[in-house]
C-alpha cells in the first residue's frame, strides 16, 4: 500500500492518516484481504460497501482476513468468534473485546483507509 | 416471569458463565448466583491440554464483567445437595433456596480401575491444579505414558514431544480416536504423531500400574512392561450429576434436558457438558462435550430460563491443536456413513466428510479451516450433494452445486 498520493485531497480525520489499501476489485468476495500494515489490518467487502478493521481477532490471534465473511458479519474461523464490521463489536464468545474499525472511502475504485498515525504502513514493493 | 426472584448456577465454566450473561442480557433483573467449586476466575479448559510452558489461566470474560452484568460469582463454593424442598446446600456456604436452579457441573475423568493407578505422578487432566500438576512433570523429562488415545491425550503427546520426551499411547481399540473421528481421520491423526516419533501401541489394556511411592512401570495386557516416569489417563469422562442422583430427575449417561434445557422437574435445568440432549443436527441422543457448544447451549439455556424460550441448534464444532496443527470438525458422524476424503489428504493437511444418503452430516479438517466451515453450511442445509465434487479439492465448497433439496 501507499501513502496518500491522492489528485483530491481525502478529508481531515484528526489522529489519522490516509492511505491507499487496494483496489475495489483486488478484494475477494467471501474473505478478506490482508493490507501490509502494523499492526495488521484487513479490507473487507460486504453488501457493497468498504471496511477495514484490524485484522487479529480479538480472542486468540487469528487472522480475521481468513474469516467468514457473511453479510456485515466476519467470523473467526479458529473458534467461532463474530465481530461487526461496521462497529467492530463482538457478537460471539470466545471473543469480548471489539475491534478497531478504521475508515473507508473509495474513489474511482481505488480504497483508501484511515489508519491512526502509530500504524506502521509498509509501501507496495512493484 | 415476575415470580422469579432468584436463579442459581452451579459450576462457572462455559455453560454456567455464558448461561449468567444471557440471563441478564434477556432482561432478567433479579438475582443470579453463579457457584463453582474452584477458586480460580472462570477460565478456558482447552488451553490446558496444549502447552507445558504456564501463560496463566486464559478467562472466559473480564474479571469486572461479572459485577457490570451484576451476577454474583462465588468461588470456592462446592453444591453437595439439592433438597426436594427446592434448597441448594454447600459444603462451606450457607443453604440457598433460588427460584431455579441450573446444574453446568460438567464432566470429570474417568478413573482407571486398575492396581496402582493411586501412584504418585498418575495424573489426569480436567482442571488448572490437574495442568499444573502434570505441567511440573513433564518439565522433569520422561518417559510419558499416556493411557487412552483420545483428543486430550493426543494433545498431551504432542507437547511432551515438542519438549523432546519419549512419548508411549496405549490404546485399547484398533486405533486411537476410532470411536470419535472414525478410522479414516483416526488413521491420519496416527500418523501425525507417529511421524512425530510417538509410540502407539493399540488393542491392548493397562492391566496394572507399579512403584515404590511414584509410578515407574505400567503393565499391559499382553505382559509388556513400559518403564514410565508419568502416567496420564485419558479413558473418558463420567458426568457430574451427583446433585440429582436421588432426585427422581431422569438421567441416562447425564441429566436429560428438553430443546429449552430443562429437566423433568421444573426447578431443575442443565446445561454443557453434563447436558444429555436431542440436537437438530446429530442422529444420536446423548452428550455433547465441546467447548464452542458449551457455551452456545449455556446461553440458550439461560435464555430460556427466564422465559425467552431458545434452542441451541449450532452445529456442534470442536477443535484440537496437534503440534502446530489445528484439527477442526462440525457435526458428528455416525459409523455407518460413507466418508469421502478430499484427494491428496495428508496427515497435515486434510478434509473428511461423513455422508449419509447424500447429505453431509459431518466435516473434519485439518490446516483447512474456510473448507471446514462451508463444511458446517453444508450440514446446516441438509442439501444433497455429489461425493465426487467433495473428493475434488478444485471444487469450490461455498459454491457446491446442490442436487437435491435441503430436507432439514
Ligand atoms: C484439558 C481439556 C482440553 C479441552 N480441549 C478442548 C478443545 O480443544 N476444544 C473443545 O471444543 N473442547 C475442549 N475441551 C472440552 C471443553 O472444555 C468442555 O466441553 C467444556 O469445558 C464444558 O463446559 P461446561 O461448562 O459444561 O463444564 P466444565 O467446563 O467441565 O465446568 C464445570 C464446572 O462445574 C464446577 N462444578 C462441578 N460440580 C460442582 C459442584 N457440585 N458445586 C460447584 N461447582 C461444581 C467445576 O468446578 C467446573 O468449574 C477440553 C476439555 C479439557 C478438560
Ligand atoms: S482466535 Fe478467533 S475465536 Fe479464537
Sequence with gaps: MTENAVIEPLPEVTGRKWSRACTTDEVPEDEGLL???????????????????????????????????????????????KFDLRTGEALSPPAERAIAVHPVIV????????????????SEQA | MNQLQHIA?????????????????????????????????????????KSAVSRGLKEIQSATSYAELEIELLLGQRAVALTTDREVIFDSAPTIRPDRVLLATGVSARRLPVSGAELHNVLYLRDAGDAEALSAELHRGGPLVLV??????????????????????VETQERPLFNVVGPEVGGLITALHHDRGVR?????????????????????????????????????????????RTHGVKLSGGVVVDAHGQTDDPWIWAAGDVAVR??????RVGRIEHWDTAQR??????????????????????????????????????????????????????????????RVHAVAGINRPRDVRA??????????????????????????????????
Excluded at chain 1, 485484522?55 to 479458529?78: K, N
Design chain 2, 9 to 49: 448456577i452451579i459450576g462457572a465454566s462455559a455453560a454456567g458463565v455464558a448461561a449468567a450473561g444471557a440471563m441478564r442480557r434477556g432482561g432478567f433483573d433479579g438475582t443470579i448466583t453463579l457457584h463453582d467449586g474452584g477458586r480460580h476466575l472462570p477460565y478456558e479448559r482447552p488451553p490446558l491440554s
Design chain 1, 35 to 81: 493490507l501490509t500494515t502494523l499492526p495488521k489490518t484487513s479490507v473487507f467487502a460486504a453488501d457493497g460497501e468498504f471496511y477495514c478493521v484490524d485484522d487479529t481477532c480479538t480472542h486468540e490471534t487469528y487472522s480475521l482476513a481468513e474469516g467468514w465473511l457473511e453479510g456485515c458479519i466476519v467470523e473467526c474461523t479458529l473458534h467461532n468468534a
Design chain 2, 148 to 169: 487412552g488415545g483420545g483428543f486430550i491425550g493426543l494433545e498431551i503427546a504432542a507437547v511432551a514431544r515438542t519438549l523432546g520426551i519419549d512419548v508411549t499411547v
Design chain 1, 107 to 122: 474513489k474511482n475504485n481505488v480504497v483508501y483507509v484511515a489508519l491512526p498515525q502509530n500504524y506502521l504502513v509498509k
Design chain 2, 297 to 358: 447451549h449455556g446461553a440458550t439455556v439461560g435464555s430460556s430460563m427466564v422465559g425467552d424460550l431458545q434452542e441451541d441448534t449450532a452445529v456442534p464444532y470442536v477443535w484440537s491443536d496437534q503440534y502446530e496443527l489445528s484439527y477442526q470438525a462440525f457435526g458428528r458422524g455416525e459409523p455407518t456413513d460413507q466418508v469421502v476424503l478430499r484427494d491428496g489428504a495428508q496427515p497435515d493437511e486434510f478434509l473428511a466428510f461423513s455422508l449419509s444418503e447424500g
Design chain 2, 375 to 408: 463444511g458446517r453450511s453444508l450440514v446446516e442445509s441438509g442439501a444433497t450433494v455429489s461425493a465426487e465434487a467433495l473428493r475434488d479439492p478444485a471444487t469450490n465448497l461455498r459454491r457446491l452445486p446442490v442436487l437435491g433439496g435441503a430436507t432439514k
Design chain 2, 278 to 283: 436431542r440436537h437438530r443436527h446429530l442422529r
Design chain 2, 200 to 244: 502407539i501401541i493399540t488393542g491392548r489394556e493397562v492391566t496394572a500400574m507399579r512403584g515404590s511411592k511414584a509410578v515407574e512401570e505400567v503393565v499391559l495386557s499382553d505382559g509388556r512392561v513400559l518403564p514410565a516416569a508419568t502416567v496420564v489417563v485419558g479413558v473418558g469422562v463420567v458426568p457430574n450429576d451427583q446433585l440429582v
